[in-house]
């Protein structure tokens, strides 16, 4: 029997559409409009579409968006200004700087100097902090997504194994962070370049989250029949978007697959304007 597609589109299209609604609630009660403002530095094509992505996202939600471009060449010290300038600034609720930036900025340093309030990425120390006590002000964006997607779709994850490939801060840690947390009650493991013989361990995988940004790495050996697959990769092979799994051969083994693109991508913009909108309420 062939996966169930698991359709990342009509799910973040379902939580758009509750978080425009909930925004004409609180500009109607408060007269507040929740603000984003993004920083993008460079002129990275991939950057660029995910900055023009979020823009319509927010137009389309009711939300402002504010876009400030900076030239490539930036330093840090005239970056830093500005996030201090966005974190002062009272009528903006969420501050997001676009990854990656250029190699000669301190990435780390940048996304600190955001006030915890307006990271509605949710990179900052503190909040990380939060997510991880179980009581989280904001979720991480990709993560909170996958989680949505395995909640409307019904998939159980008490008692199931959990396998996430990739340990980066901004996917496969507070991914395997969420999984765990009491009322998802997941066994999570986390595979990286270091993990022997990771087809063994993916295919004691009830849940497999792909997350290591090589393309099509999980071939349809390496997942368990029946398991739930979760692609979190975007690559471009060819002129061609592929993401972390072999789709063809793991859909053929798996039960529920996300599909790429069209799965977990778009629900990434949809958590964003979500922890807008919570910021907002906060403020």
Same mark, same amino acid.
Do not use: W
């Given at each position: 029997?062939?996966?169930?597609?698991?359709?990342?589109?009509?799910?973040?299209?379902?939580?758009?559409?509750?978080?425009?609604?909930?925004?004409?609630?609180?500009?109607?009660?408060?007269?507040?409009?929740?603000?984003?403002?993004?920083?993008?530095?460079?002129?990275?094509?991939?950057?660029?579409?995910?900055?023009?992505?979020?823009?319509?996202?927010?137009?389309?939600?009711?939300?402002?968006?504010?876009?400030?471009?900076?030239?490539?060449?930036?330093?840090?010290?005239?970056?830093?200004?500005?996030?201090?300038?966005?974190?002062?600034?009272?009528?903006?609720?969420?501050?997001?700087?676009?990854?990656?930036?250029?190699?000669?900025?301190?990435?780390?340093?940048?996304?600190?100097?955001?006030?915890?309030?307006?990271?509605?990425?949710?990179?900052?120390?503190?909040?990380?902090?939060?997510?991880?006590?179980?009581?989280?002000?904001?979720?991480?964006?990709?993560?909170?997504?996958?989680?949505?997607?395995?909640?409307?779709?019904?998939? *159980?994850? +008490?008692?199931?194994? #959990?396998?996430?490939?990739?340990?980066?801060?901004?996917?496969?840690?507070?991914? @395997?962070? /969420? !999984?765990?947390?009491?009322?998802?009650?997941?066994?999570?493991?986390?595979?990286?370049?270091?993990?022997?013989?990771?087809?063994?361990?993916?295919?004691?995988?009830?849940?497999?989250?792909?997350?290591?940004?090589?393309?099509?790495?999980?071939?349809?050996?390496?997942?368990?029949?029946?398991?739930?697959?979760?692609?979190?990769?975007?690559?471009?092979?060819?002129?061609?978007?592929?993401?972390?799994?072999?789709?063809?051969? *793991?859909? +053929?083994?798996?039960? #529920?697959?996300?599909?790429?693109?069209?799965?977990?991508?778009?629900?990434?913009? @949809?958590? /964003? !304007?979500?922890?807008?909108?919570?910021?907002?309420?906060?403020?």
């Amino acid at each position: 029997m062939p996966a169930q597609i698991i359709d990342g589109i009509a799910i973040a299209e379902s939580v758009r559409n509750q978080v425009a609604a909930e925004t004409q609630s609180l500009i109607a009660e408060t007269g507040i409009v929740p603000h984003l403002a993004a920083v993008l530095v460079g002129n990275d094509p991939a950057s660029e579409v995910y900055v023009r992505n979020k823009e319509r996202a927010c137009l389309k939600a009711g939300l402002k968006s504010t876009l400030h471009r900076l030239d490539a060449a930036t330093p840090q010290a005239e970056l830093l200004a500005l996030v201090d300038a966005l974190n002062r600034d009272t009528t903006i609720h969420g501050i997001l700087v676009q990854l990656p930036l250029p190699k000669h900025l301190d990435s780390t340093q940048i996304l600190d100097a955001i006030v915890p309030t307006k990271d509605v990425d949710a990179f900052h120390p503190e909040n990380t902090g939060l997510m991880l006590q179980g009581r989280p002000r904001f979720l991480p964006c990709t993560p909170a997504g996958v989680m949505k997607m395995l909640h409307v779709s019904n998939i *159980a994850t +008490a008692g199931r194994h #959990a396998v996430v490939i990739g340990r980066s801060d901004i996917v496969g840690k507070p991914m @395997a962070a /969420l !999984l765990v947390q009491k009322g998802v009650d997941a066994t999570v493991t986390i595979c990286h370049s270091r993990t022997a013989d990771i087809g063994s361990i993916c295919r004691t995988a009830d849940i497999l989250i792909a997350a290591v940004g090589i393309p099509e790495f999980v071939k349809g050996h390496m997942v368990k029949p029946g398991a739930v697959v979760i692609d979190v990769g975007i690559n471009r092979v060819n002129e061609r978007l592929v993401g972390d799994v072999d789709y063809a051969a *793991a859909s +053929a083994v798996a039960s #529920a697959i996300t599909p790429v693109p069209g799965g977990v991508g778009p629900m990434t913009i @949809a958590m /964003l !304007l979500q922890n807008t909108l919570t910021s907002a309420r906060l403020s």
